[in-house]
């Protein structure tokens, strides 16, 4: 098993910035692509951003593109937040890919390991 804990949410201000972190821990070897996720109230869970399990590939939604930026450092995720507007407040979640030969995906179904999440919330 894999365990992941997200941080770094919070209330801010449209225009604003915060930095997510998700370590993961547990069954390292099943550790390749991660990705974030976000859910906001009443709407299904949508792809925000991944990364290969080598830092070489992201992969970024349209609606986050040029604003936020995913990076890695082993076994830890981080996703930057910049220029955020009320739109972007929801529930962020990062999520582990165990297969090694997956190539990047947009699809929740494609992750085999969650957070619990942390809430970004943008006020106007």
């Known amino acids: 098993q894999v365990q992941l804990v997200e941080s770094g949410g919070g209330l801010v201000q449209a225009g604003g910035s915060l930095r997510l972190s998700c370590a993961a821990s547990?069954?390292?070897?099943?550790?390749?692509?991660m990705g974030w996720f976000r859910q906001a109230p009443g709407k299904e869970r949508e792809f925000v951003a991944a990364?290969?399990?080598?830092?070489?590939s992201t992969y970024y939604a349209d609606s986050v593109k040029d604003r936020f930026t995913i990076a890695r450092d082993k076994n830890t995720v981080y996703l930057q937040l910049n220029n955020l507007n009320p739109e972007d407040t929801a529930v962020y979640y990062c999520a582990v890919d165990r297969e090694i030969w997956n190539p990047l995906s947009d699809r929740a179904e494609k992750y085999d390991y969650w957070g619990q999440g942390t809430q970004v919330t943008v006020s106007s």
């Open positions: 547990g069954r390292t070897v099943e550790i390749y692509n």
């Open positions: 990364i290969h399990w080598n830092g070489g």
